[in-house]
């Protein structure tokens, strides 16, 4: 795992439901989620529990997004890179067991009962084996894409979209202030970041940086 001093890079959202179907999946979660998942087997089981999603918040895993025209109407092509980093999937790993001890563990442990568990997955529940296998059917996103159109120095950093006043580097009259000029992604959420650089680009209009 990353070192503390680089920030915490896990987190654990619990939410207190569990989504009774395929339907209900997609829509609580925002994602369509394909016939290998076990969450369409959820309907099976009583309408009440929780869902613990371990998370991870500083992934070295990355993707990469190529405009295929000029013709902003055209999708570019989006490559996610998810687990592209093996680190990655060896701290899902580990969050997704301590979520499991969490959830069977004291009191709570006690009041949920036995966890619901993907009967497809050969391996047995709580081996590292059996998480890995969990992790590559139902990992979904948190919404917390960044990066994307990196803030840099050109002379420093070829692959930077925007200088640190947010101007397009090589076209003028043109800034982005979103999450995407991020270097890399926080490890809080993006809401706040997001409108902080819009505030801040807008600090820079007002003072008339245009191309000084």
Known sequence: MLPESE???LQVHFVPLIPHDQAQAESNFGTKLDDT???RDLSKHPPYGVTILPSLILPRSSGRIT???SD???YPNIEPGYFTDPLDMERAIVVSK???KVASGGPLGDVLGKPIVDPTIPDAYGTDEYFREF???SAITIYHPTSTCRMGNPSRDPK?????KLRVIGIKNLRVADAS???RIVSGNTNAPAIMIGERCADFIAAGHRDD
């Open 181 to 183: 000029v991020m270097p």
């Open 98 to 100: 301590f979520a499991a």
């Open 7 to 9: 920030g915490n890079d």
């Open 135 to 137: 992790v590559k059917r």
């Open 160 to 164: 930077a979209v925007v200088d640190s």
């Open 37 to 39: 998942r076990p969450l």
């Open 72 to 74: 902003p109407k055209v």
């Open 67 to 69: 405009l295929l025209s």
